[in-house]
């Protein structure tokens, strides 16, 4: 069993940033992509950002230039990098990791942009 563990999320003005955390309890080397789902009230949960284990990255187009998705193999790790946020971007993320059988998720943190 994984456990996914997200921390970051605050209230920013539009214009700024923030930097989600993703630490995961086993080697991420062994999950083949991990990434950052969002969900805002009364929407569908929606993909952000992915990353694969050997680094290949993938974004929704609404955030691409303006996210970075990274991670740390050694601190076991994915880091979303959010800058330029818009009130559009307010949501509940998610971390997801997939491995050969499994899906996993974490509990989410709240990122809320306004003003």
């Known amino acids: 069993q994984v456990q996914l563990v997200e921390s970051g999320g605050d209230l920013v003005q539009p214009g700024g940033s923030l930097r989600l955390s993703c630490a995961a309890s086993v080697s991420i080397i062994s999950l083949y992509v991990m990434g950052w789902y969002r969900q805002a009230p009364g929407k569908q949960r929606e993909l952000v950002a992915t990353i694969t284990s050997g680094g290949t990255t993938n974004y929704a187009g609404s955030v691409k230039g303006r996210f970075t998705i990274s991670k740390d193999n050694a601190k076991n790790t994915v880091y979303l990098q959010m800058n330029g946020l818009k009130p559009e971007d307010s949501a509940v993320y998610y971390c997801?990791?997939?491995?050969?059988?499994?899906?996993?998720w974490g509990q989410g943190t709240q990122v809320t942009v306004s003003s």
């Open positions: 997801n990791a997939r491995s050969t059988f499994s899906i996993y």
